[in-house]
């Protein structure tokens, strides 16, 4: 089984994946952090997220190679979040294609995981050529996500619509 929770920024969709999550998984599941410290005020959203999910899960920070983290987990997975990982991915120096590979071998594996997406595709488009290229690989890889995972979920104002 794979699902997706997608929607803005601080619309909820991290808590209901969670929910989801621990609905699903008759062991505890892993929460596979993507995040890489960069400022504080990064750590502080990371340390709420924590708060958030306390001792339900078994926390793995992995920024970079989710498909080798995943592969020896037993139980389901929580990846939070994909728009976190394609950031680090682009910040040091992969490519679409590269990103686009590793989602494909997630989608290829057994596991039961859960996805979490932002939804950056209902902005502007920016002026900054970075940002550019960021929205568009998300969007891409949300619209594969969307195909392939079983269940899909939009999330807005902390209330979780099934869409798929």
């Excluded at 803005?8 to 505890?28: R, V």
């Excluded at 596979?32 to 959203?45: N, P, S, V, Y």
């Excluded at 924590?50 to 498909?67: A, G, I, W, Y």
């Excluded at 389901?76 to 992969?94: A, K, P, R, T």
Aim: proline share 3%; charged share 25%; net charge neutral.
């Amino acid at each position: 089984m794979k699902a997706l929770f997608i929607g803005g920024i601080k619309s909820g969709k991290s808590l209901h994946a969670e929910k989801f999550a621990l609905k699903y998984s008759k062991l505890p599941p892993v929460y596979l952090a993507t995040t890489e410290f960069i400022d504080e005020e990064m750590k502080e959203r990371i340390q709420k997220h924590k708060l958030q999910r306390s001792e339900q899960f078994l926390t793995v920070e992995e920024p970079m190679n989710l498909v080798e983290a995943i592969r020896p987990m037993k139980t389901v997975i929580l990846v939070e979040c994909v728009s976190m990982w394609i950031n680090n991915m682009l910040h040091h120096g992969f490519e679409y294609e590269d990103i686009l590979q590793q989602i494909q071998k997630l989608l290829e594996l057994p596991h039961d995981i859960v996805f979490v997406q932002n939804d950056v595709g209902a902005g502007i488009i920016s002026d900054n050529a970075l940002a550019r290229k960021y929205i568009d690989i998300s969007g891409k890889i949300s619209q594969i996500l969307g195909k392939n995972c079983d269940k899909v979920f939009h999330v807005i104002a902390g209330i979780s619509t099934k869409i798929k």
